[in-house]
C-alpha cells in the first residue's frame, strides 16, 4: 500500500463558525493507495477526538498502524487497492495541523488556550479546501466513527454535491447531556492540574500530564463496554512485578493507568479541550431551529448509518434517531446495529459483517 | 417473491411514490419499483444476509424487526406500506395492520391462505400441511397466526380496514379461474390492497 503523508498549506486561511479567523493553517495529511485520472475514487476519513491523520499502514514517522487500519488496506473493507483514502488531523489537533501548539503568525509564540474555538462545521469546511487542493470534486464515501462519524453527517449536509456516499458510524446527531457531562469531569481534571496554568502551561514550559492521564483513564472507561471490561480485566489482580505503581491492585486500574500516562505523553491538553468542546458542541440541527428533519434534507448523498450494541456513549438509537429523520425527508439511508463487544470502540475494529456491509455500501 | 405477485404489487404502486416495505428480503421488490415507478423506497429486513444484499442493490435498509419498525415510525408517512407474507408471522397482525394503516395511505398485504384444500386435506388426513405458501414444517415455521381468506377478510370489515383490491393466486402463483371463484378453498395466496375506511 502507497502510503503518503504530507503538510498542506492553506496560505488564504478559514472563517471559523465562531467567527474568528485563522489567517493561515496547515493540516497534516496522510494518503493511502492512488487517485485515478478521473479523481473520482478518493475516500475521505474523519478521525474521532483524539485521532489523527494515520488511519492506516505504516508510515515513515509512525510504525504503529494507524487507528482505522483494520478495514483500511489492499482488500480490506476500504480497499487502498481501488480507492484513493484520504484522512487528515483536524483543525486544532496536535499531530501537525494547526493547533494549539502551533505559533500565531500575529504573536509569534505557540496559541494555547488561545486557539479558537473549532466546529465540526470547520472541520469539514477544511476538509473541503482540502479535496480542492487534491482535485477531488466528489468524494467516493466520506465516513467516519463517533466524532468522525457526526463530520461525515455534516459533509453530506455542508457539501451535498461533493460525495455519493456517507458512513455515519458509533454517532449522532448530537451529543447527548451525559456526553457533556463526562467531557467536563475530563476537562475538569485536566484544569485542576497544577501544570496548567490556566492553559498557558507552554509558556511555563510544563505540561498538565496528571489532568490529562486523569481525563483519559476517565475517557477509556466510556469507550469500553462493562461486558467488555468484564471479559478483558475480570476482577484479576496485576502481577506486582508489572505494576505501573504502588496504589494499582486489579488488572483494569494499571491498564487505565498505563493508557492513560501513555496518552498524557503525545496529547496537548488544549487540544483535549478544544476538541471536546467541539464534539459537545455540535448539533446536527442547530442552524435549522432544532429541527433534524430540516437539516438533513439537503442531502443528496446515500446515507450508511451504524451502531454498535454495547456503545453506551453514542448507543445505537442516537444513529435510529438519524435514520428516522432522514426517512421522513425521503434522504436514502440504511440503517444496521452490529455486536461489536468493544462498546463505543467496536467501530475501530473489524468483524465479517461490518465489513462486509462497509464494501457492499461502497460497491453499491 | 414469485414474478406474479411482484407484477402485482408493482401494478398497484404509484409512479415516484414513498413506499415502505416491512420484511423486504433482499431489496428485489423495491429495487424493481425504484426501477420501474422511480419510488423512493424504505425497507425494513432482520436477516443479516438480506440486509447485506439490500445494501449491495442501493436499497435504503432499516435494520428492525416489523413490530419495532412500525412502532418506531409511528411519525413516519408513505404512499403505500407492503407486507408480504409476513403479518402471519407478527405477535398481534391486527394492531400491527392498523399501524401500518396509519403510517401509509394504503397497505399491500399478501398471506398464505390456511383455507386452501391442500392444507384442509393435510388437516384431515391429521397433518400441519407443508405447501408453496406454507413451506416449513410446524416445528421450523416462523408463523404464529394463520389464517383462511375468510378469516383475513372477516378482521379486516370488524376493524373497518377496505379491501380496494383483492387477487387470489393458485399454488404455482398465477391467477387461475378457481381460485377466484371460491378463493377461501382454491387460492394458495391472496394479495390485497388496503385502504383506509
Known amino acids: 500500500m502507497k502510503v503518503k503523508t504530507e503538510l498542506v498549506h492553506f496560505e488564504k486561511g478559514i472563517e471559523l463558525a465562531s467567527g474568528s479567523k ?11 493507495g492512488e487517485l485515478d485520472e478521473e479523481k473520482s475514487n478518493g475516500i475521505l476519513v474523519c478521525h474521532a477526538f483524539s485521532g489523527n491523520h494515520h488511519a492506516a499502514g505504516v508510515s515513515e514517522n509512525n510504525d504503529t498502524p494507524g487507528w482505522w487500519d483494520q478495514l483500511i488496506g489492499p482488500s480490506k473493507a476500504i480497499d487502498t487497492d481501488k480507492y484513493f483514502v484520504v484522512c487528515c488531523n483536524n483543525l486544532g489537533g496536535c499531530s501537525g495541523s494547526t493547533g494549539p501548539t502551533s505559533i500565531n503568525p500575529q504573536t509569534n509564540e505557540s496559541y494555547g488556550k488561545d486557539f479558537p474555538l473549532v466546529s465540526v462545521i470547520d472541520w469539514v469546511n477544511s476538509q473541503k479546501m482540502l479535496a480542492e487542493y487534491l482535485g477531488i470534486d466528489k468524494w467516493k464515501l466520506v465516513a467516519g466513527g463517533s466524532l468522525g462519524g457526526m463530520q461525515a453527517l455534516q459533509w453530506a449536509i455542508s457539501f451535498p454535491d461533493s460525495l455519493e456516499k456517507s458512513g455515519i ?8 447531556t451525559q456526553n457533556i457531562a463526562m467531557n467536563e469531569v475530563a476537562r475538569e481534571a485536566i484544569r485542576r492540574d497544577m501544570n496548567f496554568h490556566d492553559g498557558d502551561y507552554l509558556k511555563y514550559d510544563v505540561k498538565p500530564k496528571g489532568g490529562l492521564k486523569t481525563a483519559r483513564m476517565l475517557g477509556h472507561i466510556t469507550y469500553l463496554s462493562e461486558k467488555h471490561m468484564d471479559l478483558k480485566f475480570g476482577r484479576k489482580f496485576q502481577d506486582n512485578s508489572s505494576k505501573v505503581d504502588g496504589d494499582v491492585d486489579f488488572e483494569v486500574e494499571n491498564y487505565l493507568k498505563y493508557k492513560g500516562e501513555k496518552f498524557s505523553n503525545s496529547f496537548d491538553a488544549n487540544s483535549y479541550i478544544l476538541m471536546t468542546k467541539a464534539m459537545d458542541g455540535y448539533d446536527t440541527a442547530s442552524n435549522f431551529s432544532g429541527n433534524l428533519e430540516k437539516a438533513l434534507a439537503c442531502i443528496k448523498a446515500r446515507l450508511l448509518i451504524i451502531g454498535f450494541e454495547t456503545d453506551w456513549l453514542y448507543p445505537p438509537k442516537r444513529g435510529k434517531e438519524i435514520q428516522l429523520a432522514a426517512m421522513n425527508v425521503s434522504v436514502p439511508c440504511s440503517y444496521v446495529t452490529l455486536d461489536g463487544e468493544q462498546g463505543h470502540d467496536s467501530f475501530l475494529f473489524a468483524s465479517a459483517r461490518y465489513e462486509n456491509i462497509i464494501k457492499a455500501f461502497i460497491k453499491s | 417473491m414469485a414474478i406474479e405477485i411482484s407484477k402485482i404489487i408493482t401494478d398497484w404502486v404509484p409512479s415516484q411514490s414513498k413506499v415502505i416495505d416491512f420484511g ?5 421488490l423495491l429495487k424493481d419499483l425504484i426501477d420501474t415507478k422511480n419510488i423512493c423506497g424504505y425497507g425494513v429486513e432482520i436477516d443479516h444476509q438480506m440486509i447485506a444484499e439490500c445494501i449491495k442493490k442501493g436499497i435504503s435498509v432499516i435494520e428492525k424487526d416489523i413490530d419495532e419498525g412500525i412502532q418506531d415510525f409511528e411519525s413516519s408517512s408513505f ?3 407492503i407486507m408480504a407474507s409476513s403479518i402471519q408471522c407478527l405477535k398481534n397482525p391486527n394492531i400491527t395492520m392498523r399501524r401500518m394503516l396509519k403510517l401509509s395511505n394504503k397497505c399491500i398485504v399478501t398471506l398464505p391462505n390456511f383455507g386452501y384444500w391442500k392444507c384442509r386435506l393435510a388437516l384431515l388426513a391429521g397433518k400441519m400441511p407443508v405447501t408453496a405458501s406454507l413451506a416449513s414444517t410446524w416445528y421450523e415455521t416462523e408463523n404464529l397466526h394463520l389464517c383462511t381468506i375468510s378469516d383475513f377478510e372477516k378482521l379486516c370489515s370488524d376493524s373497518d380496514f377496505m379491501i380496494d383490491e383483492r387477487i387470489f393466486l393458485n399454488s404455482s402463483s398465477k391467477k387461475g379461474l378457481l381460485a377466484s371463484i371460491m378463493p377461501n378453498l382454491f387460492a394458495s395466496e391472496g394479495v390485497y390492497l388496503l385502504g383506509k375506511e
Not at chain 1, 485563522?22 to 493511502?32: K, P, R
Not at chain 1, 458510524?169 to 447527548?176: L, Q, T
Open chain 2, 24 to 28: 423486504c428480503g433482499n431489496g428485489s
Open chain 1, 22 to 32: 485563522l489567517s493561515m493553517f496547515d493540516l497534516m495529511v496522510e494518503t493511502y
Open chain 2, 79 to 81: 404512499d403505500i406500506a
Open chain 1, 169 to 176: 458510524f458509533a454517532a449522532a446527531a448530537r451529543s447527548s
